[in-house]
């Protein structure tokens, strides 16, 4: 108690064992080396990854001076990682309940069921995007990264293996990211922080050099390396920026062209369904819906390559190429309901509709696309595909929650294989022949699987939206859905001007009240979601559909050529009996005009429709050249409207609907009924044993890889004398023990003895024979006897029990307190 009543000596032990931990510069490098690993992290963060960087950067600080300590102390290997494993899992779930809102305790219970829905999720084939859990993976990844760098700058002293792995995720999310914002600064930080890393170890080096041939060196050389060091490192920083960079375009094409073989695109489409997409503009692809999210964003620029060719009827109906469709809309952002991945490996891939999906009044359709120009991850068709010639998988939308009965919203196919040029598939959809007299007298009875994911008004939708829609509504005289959707088409084609060079949406108001009564402009994207979320104001569910527009007509092949520029969005409203019918607000486009409808004027500008590039999945493809797309002066001239048009369409009496021939839709199928029999039973017991056996084999292997790791790690070309010595001295720190290096082998013999006076006899023995077999005139190439290496085994077997015994007994309290 004496340090306790005095506080000079409290104070020079605190300052003695400060000065043991921390060296001359470690402060300086352990924070070099915090920067350099914040900057991969802050770079996925200003690349619009869902992290959150709130729980990143504590991680990461925190991680790095925990693993410093762990590297300074007398703990191996493998006790030092177990130790931080053990101390990431409760940091990370502590500082991500801190972030989230509300109290601490229920925040730590909702990151762990959150973080147990996931893993269920991903072992059941379902698709959970939880940004939450994204930012727990990243957390864990850069914890030990903050622990591999400090034990391998501060232990073993490797320094590439401290600047490889965070460079790999900085300059991967360099490549890959295509937006507004510049990644530059992280890059050049991070570089300047690995060139000081590397002085500091070269220095290091030198040191031992000098300290083993006997050279003094000033005591502030270390600071005198890190200055010259910084010079230097900036220096070629600078000179390194300012060299071109000829020939990279085509090693990153080579790079690319790699991400499209089939293994990668299996693991980007795992990715997509676990992790939310970034919000950044990808890589342009024929995949331009192919993601999971899709953002009210600024300009556009698509360009004028061909995607593909399909070959159908030129009869005059109105053709889309869809890609998927989007039920989701918050704050800008359009992301898919889907919540059930199916696999069909024997084509034809069929879709079995339930009839109040597809509806009556559709005729079949057969279409055959041939992939043009760029490899494709997505099956494109016309509305409603009931057959693909090509096996896919589908993600799917359950129409009564959890119930595997239920019928099922198709989402979007993807082709088992990436589809490369001249790949062609065939496909049959059912388009809808609704006539306008019919959709009049559908009706508003919804059922609950249609009105939930597509009637509930969006998140972030300003008052001013829900005003405008029900004033269009009354002033065109619309009392049923058909005619307010129409009216809600015919304001949005005749007020807001077509306009591919837009800014940036302001980040404090709601992207749509910025559309509808600021800028009054905008592209498919802004024509579709403003007539969406009109249309759900009102009760009306509506979807967005994503695609391609039908494209042109080229007779010389018989085919239309769908060109980049043809990407489009547009509106599905969902009628009852009829099922999703196509909307065209985009006044870019021709209208749709049913029978029933007074005709529309054509589209206001001879603009193609295109439309912004979706966030791509974390594995991209390789960018088509893009050209810029002109917009015509007089549209950006002209003045808004001064008040909304007065619009009075020709209401007709709505008549009995007109019977019409329905092709035979396929009947649902319905999964198989639960098997009880005692076969289930037995196969439901066999793979619960095959489970238990997996896990006991699992546990064996770890077992034998710990024992491996503990007594064959480096001990190829040692004697068993040698092998049991240093056997033992990688053992003994197990028991609290820290053999000091200037130690000789008596004096390490004797330590060890005091601490473990039951190991006196094995351990002697062993350091006895080391030291005679070092330091004795035995050839190094002379043959041992066996008797030599049966009692080497043996004394280090029982050395290694006694030991064992007494590390087993420093956890269990009452034992420890006896030793």
């Not at 991903?122 to 990243?138: A, W, Y």
């Not at 909304?644 to 009995?656: A, C, E, G, Y």
Request: aromatic residues 10%.
């Amino acid at each position: 108690m004496t340090i306790f009543r005095d506080p000079a000596v409290l104070w020079r032990r605190i300052t003695n064992r400060w000065r043991m931990t921390f060296h001359q510069g470690d402060m300086i490098i352990l924070f070099i080396t915090v920067v350099m690993l914040l900057m991969p992290a802050l770079a996925l963060q200003a690349a619009s990854w869902p992290v959150d960087v709130r729980t990143i950067v504590p991680v990461v600080i925190i991680g790095t001076l925990l693993g410093f300590i762990l590297a300074r102390s007398h703990y191996n290997e493998a006790l030092a990682i177990i130790l931080s494993t053990a101390y990431a899992g409760v940091t990370i779930i502590i500082v991500a309940a801190i972030n989230e809102p509300g109290d601490l305790l229920p925040n730590i219970s909702q990151v762990i069921i959150r973080s147990i829905q996931w893993l269920i999720d991903l072992t059941t084939g379902g698709i959970n995007q939880d940004n939450l859990v994204f930012t727990l993976l990243v957390a864990v990844l850069f914890w030990f990264l903050g622990y591999n760098s400090v034990w391998h700058i501060f232990r073993i002293d490797r320094v590439w293996r401290v600047i490889v792995p965070p460079a790999l995720i900085l300059v991967t999310n360099i490549i890959f990211y295509n937006g507004e914002a510049s990644l530059d600064i992280y890059l050049i930080l991070f570089l300047f922080g690995a060139l000081l890393l590397i002085v500091r170890s070269n220095l290091d080096a030198r040191q031992w050099d000098w300290y083993i041939n006997g050279i003094s060196a000033p005591r502030n050389i270390r600071m005198q390396f890190l200055r010259m060091g910084a010079v230097i490192a900036a220096i070629s920083l600078i000179m390194a920026w300012a060299v071109p960079s000829g020939g990279l375009q085509d090693r990153l094409d080579a790079f690319q062209q790699f991400l499209q073989s089939d293994p990668m695109t299996q693991f980007a489409e795992f990715w997509s369904r676990l992790i939310s997409p970034i919000e950044s503009d990808g890589p342009a692809t024929t995949d331009y819906y192919g993601s999971d999210s899709l953002d009210l964003g600024g300009a556009i620029r698509l360009g004028d390559q061909i995607i593909f060719l399909v070959n159908v009827p030129n009869d005059g109906t109105r053709y889309y190429w869809r890609s998927r469709v989007f039920e989701h809309y918050s704050n800008g952002r359009w992301l898919p309901s889907a919540t059930l991945r199916v696999s069909d490996f024997s084509p034809p891939l069929d879709i079995n509709y339930d009839p109040n999906i597809v509806g009556s009044s559709r005729r079949p359709l057969n279409q055959t696309f041939t992939i043009s120009s760029a490899p494709s991850r997505i099956i494109h068709t016309a509305p409603q595909p009931v057959e693909v010639s090509i096996e896919g998988r589908m993600d799917l939308l359950r129409t009564q929650g959890e119930d595997p009965n239920s019928p099922v919203n198709l989402s979007v196919i993807r082709p088992r294989r990436v589809l490369n040029p001249g790949d062609t598939y065939t496909a049959t959809s059912l388009l809808s022949t609704a006539t306008a007299f019919d959709l009049r007298a559908a009706g508003t009875s919804y059922p609950e699987w249609v009105s939930v994911p597509n009637a509930q008004m969006p998140q972030g939708i300003s008052p001013r939206v829900v005003s405008l829609a029900r004033q269009i509504v009354d002033e065109a005289g619309a009392t049923n859905p058909y005619d307010q959707a129409k009216a809600i088409e015919t304001w949005l084609r005749e007020n807001i001007t077509y306009n591919e060079n837009l800014p940036q949406p302001p980040t404090d108001i709601d992207p749509l009240e910025w559309l509808l009564f600021d800028i009054q402009e905008g592209y498919c994207v802004y024509y579709t979601t403003a007539m969406v979320a009109m249309l759900r104001s009102l009760g009306v569910p509506a979807r967005m559909a994503a695609g391609f527009s039908q494209g042109e007509y080229d007779a010389a092949v018989g085919q239309f050529v769908v060109r980049e520029r043809d990407a489009h969005t547009w509106v599905e409203a969902y009628f009852p009996g009829y099922g999703w019918v196509e909307f065209e607000p985009t006044s870019a486009q021709d209208p749709i005009n049913r029978d029933g409808d007074e005709p529309q004027p054509e589209t206001q500008s001879i603009l193609p429709a295109a439309t912004a590039v979706p966030t791509n999945s974390p594995t991209p493809l390789p960018s088509p050249t893009l050209v810029p797309t002109s917009t015509p002066e007089s549209g950006q001239d002209q003045p808004p409207p001064p008040q909304l048009p007065s619009l009075t369409p020709t209401f007709t009496p709505t008549p009995t609907a007109t019977p019409v021939i329905v092709p035979t839709i396929p009947p649902p199928v319905q999964p198989p009924p639960q098997d009880t029999s005692f076969l289930s039973f037995l196969f439901q017991a066999l793979g619960a044993v095959l489970f238990i056996f997996l896990i006991f084999v699992g546990f064996i292997l770890v077992l034998l890889f710990l024992y491996w790791w503990w007594e064959w790690r480096g001990m190829r070309g040692l004697s068993p004398i040698s092998r049991a010595y240093a056997r033992l001295m990688r053992y003994i720190p197990l028991v609290g023990l820290n053999i000091e290096e200037d130690q000789t082998t008596e004096e390490r013999r004797d330590t060890i003895v005091r601490k473990l006076p039951q190991a006196s006899r094995p351990v002697s023995a062993i350091t006895r024979n080391y030291t005679h077999e070092r330091y004795s005139n035995i050839p190094e190439n002379a043959d041992i006897p066996p008797q030599v290496t049966q009692a080497a085994d043996e004394a280090w077997s029982s050395a290694r029990g006694h030991i064992l015994s007494r590390w087993i007994r420093r956890f269990i309290p009452f034992l420890h307190n006896r030793d």
